[in-house]
Nanobody
Framework: QVQLVESGGGLVQPGGSLRLSCAAS????????MIWYRQAPGNQREYVAR???????NYADSVKGRFTISRGDTKNLGYLQMNNLRAEDTAVYYC?????????WGQGTQVTVSS
């Protein structure tokens, strides 16, 4: 059973930066896409960003220009660089990876933006 682990969350002041990572418990082949989602208390899980195996990226309007998604290798699958963070970015961030014709999810990492 493959486990995904997100890391890099924490408490940051408005305007600050964090870099989230998504790693797998073993190397994954046939990478198709990595998608980051987030869920704030009382809200539904929402889409943040996606990177395809081709390298194409896509972002939610709310994070465009502030967040950057990138790929890693077959085990350290990728990253979400978050700059100019705002209070409304506070949420649990989840990594979703489609690889080996399967869909994998992490347990999430908390990001709190507060002064």
């Amino acid at each position: 059973q493959v486990q995904l682990v997100e890391s890099g969350g924490g408490l940051v002041q408005p305007g600050g930066s964090l870099r989230l990572s998504c790693a797998a418990s073993r190397s994954l082949s046939n990478f198709n896409a990595m998608i980051w989602y987030r869920q704030a208390p009382g809200n539904q899980r929402e889409y943040v960003a996606r990177i395809h195996s081709s390298g194409d990226t896509n972002y939610a309007d709310s994070v465009k220009g502030r967040f950057t998604i990138s790929r890693g290798d077959t085990k350290n699958l990728g990253y979400l660089q978050m700059n100019n963070l705002r209070a409304e970015d506070t949420a649990v961030y989840y990594c979703n990876v489609i690889a080996e014709f399967s869909n994998y999810w992490g347990q999430g990492t908390q990001v709190t933006v507060s002064s």
